[in-house]
């Protein structure tokens, strides 16, 4: 799938190969024309931007050319995209195409708002659930919620579509 490009991320990594963020093209592009960058792995489909005077290839990967420190990070934030990445779209009642987000322990009952609470969700499951607990409905989990670990959780969490080209890069397989 080919994403427009007002839309399309760029991988962006540190001198040294670790990864830092995803960029929209157009800053990738700028960083990349200024000189403080180097394309590591361009569009696949060999994609070319031109100005008047020169042209530059449409990255999907790139390179910082000095060393950036990264302050430490602890946790991974929990958000509505990096909840349903680590759930991979997948309902945690019955297995189906994930459309919502639950409490496994619902709020109204004093549950918490955290990555070990949280679970991506079906409609259908998650109206049929409403603020009950799943002792109630005599249901399980699939898989025990968990807090992701690892730089490219913070990475992918806010990134619908990450090319296949960043997968080296990343640490781990990020889908």
């Not at 960029?23 to 592009?29: D, M, N, S």
């Not at 050319?65 to 759930?87: F, I, K, N, W």
């Not at 619908?160 to 080296?168: K, N, Q, R």
């Amino acid at each position: 799938m080919v994403l427009p490009w007002g839309r399309r991320k760029v991988l962006l990594l540190n001198a040294t190969f670790e990864p830092l963020t995803a960029l929209p093209l157009r800053r990738a592009v700028v960083l990349v024309v200024c000189g403080k960058a180097e394309v590591v792995h361009g569009d696949p489909a060999g994609a070319v931007v031109h100005s008047s005077t020169s042209e530059v290839v449409v990255p999907s990967v790139i390179r910082l050319s000095s060393y950036v420190r990264v302050p430490y990070r602890g946790r991974v934030p929990l958000t509505r995209a990096g909840l349903m990445h680590r759930d991979r779209y997948r309902c945690a009642y019955c297995g189906g195409r994930a459309e919502t987000i639950d409490h496994v322990v619902p709020r109204s009952r004093g549950g918490p708002h955290t990555w070990t609470n949280c679970v991506a969700c079906c409609a259908k499951c998650n109206h049929r659930k409403a603020d009950k607990l799943l002792s109630e409905l005599g249901w399980r989990l699939r898989v025990v919620p968990n807090a992701p670990r690892g730089p490219h959780w913070r990475l992918l969490a806010g990134v619908t579509e990450a090319d296949p080209l960043w997968l080296p890069y990343l640490g781990e397989p990020a889908a």
